[in-house]
């Protein structure tokens, strides 16, 4: 092929074409319409933009917010979330009297206190509307003869509401799987007092050592499943306990 000197760095071929610095050869061109990165971005390039769903700004604040650092208390160093180490940098400099400290810090505590009493609101007027609701609903069974629907969970005669305080308190269990795990522990219960009422008759008539070291064994691993379930019944909310519903102190 004659190649003719077309300019600086150039040459031209046959079709007058000229190659050179940012002017391949045809053949090695990108073609029209295709693209020059077939295999498209690489997965999570960082200047990828969110979707309208996302929200990675609230998700990086949060994830520093609760990041730990160490901070000087006394004697010892400890760790805190940053949240935490700016707030008591704010409220150490309101102490100290600096005016744009105390007024944040008393803007910040407003907006908690509006928040907690806001939440403690709509628990009490859930409660109150579900009690209410629940009372209509068993009066009507009772008028109409119906004893095969199960009751609710919690029952609202276990609902105490406090108005002046605007508290909320449930008597025993909150939730049916509650109820249920509560009813089962207190049936293997008398199952197992009645095991040991029952080994403990059989020891009084039997005189045989080696049987009686074997109900001695029975009674004793029938003790430790016994301490089991109490333990687990302690963990449940029972009837006559009673828990406070909402923002506590």
């Not at 994830?63 to 006394?74: F, Q």
Request: hydrophobic share 35%.
């Amino acid at each position: 092929m004659t190649r003719k000197r077309g300019g600086k760095g150039t040459f031209a071929g046959k079709s007058g074409y000229e190659v050179g610095y940012g002017k391949p050869p045809e053949k090695s061109r990108f073609q029209k319409g295709q693209s020059g990165n077939p295999r498209g971005r690489p997965k999570g390039s960082k200047n990828k933009v969110p979707g309208p769903h996302e929200e990675r700004m609230k998700a990086i604040i949060l994830l520093e917010a609760y990041r730990s650092i160490k901070l000087r208390d006394g004697t010892r160093n400890v760790s805190v979330p940053m949240v935490q180490a700016v707030m008591r940098s704010v409220t150490v400099n309101a102490v100290k009297g600096q005016h744009r400290a105390q007024r944040l810090f008393a803007e910040l505590l407003a907006s908690v206190e509006a928040s907690r009493k806001l939440h403690s609101d709509e628990t009490f007027k859930s409660a109150l509307d579900y009690k209410i609701t629940w009372e209509r609903e068993l009066n009507r069974r009772a008028r109409l003869g119906i004893t095969d629907l199960p009751e609710p969970v919690p029952h609202p005669d276990h609902i105490m509401l406090d108005m002046d305080a605007g508290e909320v308190r449930v008597l025993g269990p909150l939730t049916q799987a509650e109820k249920d795990v509560l009813e089962n522990l207190r049936r293997r219960k008398d199952a197992l007092d009645a095991e040991l009422v029952a080994i403990a008759e059989m020891l009084e008539t039997e005189s045989e050592q080696g049987m009686r070291d074997m109900l001695e064994r029975d009674a004793e691993r029938t003790r430790t499943l016994l301490r089991a379930i109490e333990r687990g019944l302690a963990a449940i909310p029972k009837p006559g306990s009673t828990r406070l519903l909402g923002p506590t102190e």
